[in-house]
């Protein structure tokens, strides 16, 4: 009932046909779809895997059978706050996607907005820093969030943004201290899908060394070191 490479196909660097290339595909495919709904049954699992795809036709015998296409239902891995991606380092750009993703029982709304299909990552911070996140670069309306907490319905929010200025990607920035796991949320705005990009870097407002930051980012920096300075004279006088 499926259709997968057969007729001299080249891949990991191999050149084979026939079912010696047809049958590890299709296993494949059946094992993700385990993964990704394990409580299904059998032919649950095949109805998942032929109901989709573009169809293709045997002109040999005049069958027409679908081709697979997994990204026509298989989540992404980290759909699930459980399941979040860990980052590292102080600053870096993560290509993402929530294609199929999907909302959890008792997850917030990002940023006060309507979501749908969330997918989560999570960072740790190994010093008292800075942080910037942002999603330019997404090719969907974005919704962003920073939390904490270990249960998506218990979540202690840190900071949030919807619309970055005039943009449908979003930005944010908080303190982040030393040792503390943050909970981060991207979510397509009203169940938006697509590839995403996510950015982050982190500053020590208090140091001498400045990295590169996003043109918001050094906004945020600005405004800060003048309040300081404000307080300074305020004080002072």
């Known amino acids: 009932t499926l259709l997968a490479p057969g007729a001299m196909i080249t891949t990991a660097g191999m050149t084979m046909g026939g079912t010696s290339q047809a049958s590890p595909h299709v296993a494949g495919a059946v094992a993700l779809v385990a993964q990704a709904y394990p409580a299904d049954s059998p032919d649950l699992r095949l109805s998942r895997l032929s109901g989709y795809g573009v169809p293709v036709l045997d002109t040999r015998n005049g069958i027409s059978k679908p081709r697979l296409d997994l990204t026509a239902f298989i989540p992404p891995l980290n759909d699930s706050f459980a399941s979040a991606t860990p980052i590292s380092n102080s ?76 943009a449908t990607t979003s930005a944010l920035d908080f303190y982040a201290t030393a040792g503390t796991t943050y909970r981060i949320a991207i979510d397509g705005k009203n169940g938006a899908q697509g590839s995403i990009t996510l950015n982050w870097s982190s500053v020590q407002d208090h140091g001498a060394d400045i990295p590169f930051l996003p043109w918001w980012g050094y906004m945020a920096l600005a405004g800060w070191l003048m309040r300081v300075r404000r307080r300074a004279v305020t004080q002072s006088s």
């Open 91 to 166: 600053s870096g750009t993560q290509s993402l996607t929530n294609l199929n993703a999907s909302g959890e029982s008792g997850e917030p709304d990002h940023a006060g907005a309507t979501g749908g299909a969330s997918i989560w990552l999570e960072w740790t911070a190994t010093e008292t820093t800075h942080v910037f996140i942002d999603t330019q670069g997404s090719s969907i309306d974005t919704l962003l969030a920073v939390y904490q907490g270990d249960d998506v319905t218990t979540l202690a929010w840190v900071a949030s943004n919807d619309d970055m200025e005039t």
